[in-house]
């Protein structure tokens, strides 16, 4: 019975998602962002786990900052979330010519420049901003990518996710065989997009994010680390008009040969930039995500101390 009920749910949300995707289809983008920012607003005030959990997060990474001002910060993030999930679906009826007309891009001699040295591209971001309509624009202007994803559980809004981030000739990595596939990838002289803000279970190493641990991905530092790839941090802006600006920023410069846990450090120079941004326009960042584990800091404030320790050794 839950089996047929978690069906009926999928194929209710996907005909949610191709009505929404014909209104969409015939307004304005700007108008589409107002919508999707009501919508945002609307599940402020029904989603009361993820407030509470958007009001803790920035509880700890401001708390100079008055509970007003916070409460209003997450009122404004739940906003922008609503109007991503409009946008990149009304993104996703663009032509070609439309994806161009509706950023400006800044920064981009940084990965023609890394492109040219033929050892890949590693693109970091986070669930920040307009990340998607980035990497689906990216290959009109340079070449295609990959980029490490994980499934969504209803396959049918998963198959409609993937046809938008692959209209533009891009291609999608998931977890299974991803190391090989990636090395693969990089060796070919070609880019990969990975996000490093999600917490994980296995694989991970603690760096600092707003002056907590952070169980945070090792691949992007390991895989540059491994092949030479340069390391590019990406990141997409709202403009007015329904329209974007996509900054690619100058690459992360690895660690000296011979620094002690490069993989760490490395990792920490990306989250310190992924922070730089977040906290500059701290609405756009999903602080509704369980980014800090009260149950794993104790153990990434050992890890760090440990890292610490040995770095002061030397």
Same mark, same amino acid.
């Given at each position: 019975?839950?089996?047929?009920?978690?069906?009926?749910?999928?194929?209710?949300?996907?005909?949610?998602?191709?009505?929404?995707?014909?209104?969409?289809?015939?307004?304005?983008?700007?108008?589409?962002?107002?919508?999707?920012?009501?919508?945002?607003?609307?599940?402020?005030?029904?989603?009361?786990?993820?407030?509470?959990?958007?009001?803790?997060?920035?509880?700890?990474?401001?708390?100079?900052?008055?509970?007003?001002? @916070?409460?209003?910060?997450?009122? +404004?993030?739940?906003?922008?979330? $609503? %109007? =991503?999930?409009?946008? *990149?679906?009304?993104? #996703?009826?663009?032509?070609?010519?439309?994806?161009?007309?509706?950023?400006?891009?800044?920064?981009?001699?940084?990965?023609?420049?890394?492109?040219?040295?033929?050892?890949?591209?590693?693109?970091?971001?986070?669930?920040?901003?307009?990340?998607?309509?980035?990497?689906?624009?990216?290959?009109?202007?340079?070449?295609?990518?990959?980029?490490?994803?994980?499934?969504?559980?209803?396959?049918?809004?998963?198959?409609?996710?993937?046809?938008? @981030?692959?209209?533009?000739?891009? +291609?999608?990595?998931?977890?299974? $065989? %991803? =190391?090989?596939?990636? *090395?693969?990838?990089? #060796?070919?002289?070609?880019?990969?997009?990975?996000?490093?803000?999600?917490?994980?279970?296995?694989?991970?190493?603690?760096?600092?994010?707003?002056?907590?641990?952070?169980?945070?991905?090792?691949?992007?530092?390991?895989?540059?680390?491994?092949?030479?790839?340069?390391?590019?941090?990406?990141?997409?802006?709202?403009?007015?008009?329904?329209?974007?600006?996509?900054?690619?920023?100058?690459?992360?410069?690895?660690?000296?040969?011979?620094?002690?846990?490069?993989?760490?450090?490395?990792?920490?120079?990306?989250?310190?930039?992924?922070?730089?941004?977040?906290?500059?326009?701290?609405?756009?960042?999903?602080?509704?995500?369980?980014?800090?584990?009260?149950?794993?800091?104790?153990?990434?404030?050992?890890?760090?101390?440990?890292?610490?320790?040995?770095?002061?050794?030397?």
């Amino acid at each position: 019975m839950s089996g047929f009920l978690t069906g009926f749910r999928y194929r209710l949300e996907w005909l949610v998602a191709l009505s929404v995707r014909t209104v969409v289809r015939v307004a304005p983008m700007s108008v589409v962002r107002a919508l999707g920012r009501g919508l945002g607003r609307v599940a402020y005030v029904i989603d009361g786990p993820r407030r509470r959990i958007a009001l803790e997060n920035l509880a700890f990474a401001f708390p100079g900052r008055p509970v007003s001002d @916070r409460q209003a910060l997450v009122k +404004s993030m739940f906003a922008h979330f $609503g %109007a =991503v999930v409009l946008e *990149l679906i009304k993104f #996703g009826t663009y032509s070609r010519e439309q994806m161009l007309a509706a950023a400006d891009v800044e920064g981009e001699e940084w990965y023609h420049q890394a492109r040219r040295q033929g050892r890949g591209v590693l693109f970091f971001t986070g669930h920040f901003g307009y990340w998607e309509m980035q990497a689906v624009s990216h290959a009109l202007t340079g070449e295609p990518i990959s980029a490490l994803a994980r499934p969504l559980d209803n396959p049918y809004l998963h198959a409609m996710l993937e046809e938008i @981030r692959t209209s533009t000739g891009n +291609s999608v990595i998931y977890r299974q $065989g %991803a =190391v090989r596939r990636m *090395l693969r990838e990089l #060796g070919a002289g070609r880019g990969i997009a990975v996000l490093i803000d999600q917490h994980l279970h296995s694989d991970a190493i603690y760096v600092g994010f707003f002056r907590r641990p952070a169980a945070t991905t090792s691949a992007l530092a390991a895989l540059a680390l491994r092949t030479g790839a340069t390391v590019i941090p990406v990141f997409a802006l709202p403009l007015p008009y329904g329209r974007y600006r996509f900054i690619y920023e100058h690459p992360v410069d690895p660690p000296r040969a011979g620094t002690p846990d490069a993989v760490r450090e490395f990792t920490q120079r990306c989250t310190d930039v992924l922070e730089m941004y977040v906290r500059r326009h701290p609405d756009l960042w999903m602080w509704m995500h369980r980014r800090w584990r009260d149950r794993d800091v104790s153990a990434g404030v050992s890890e760090l101390s440990a890292s610490s320790d040995a770095e002061a050794d030397v």
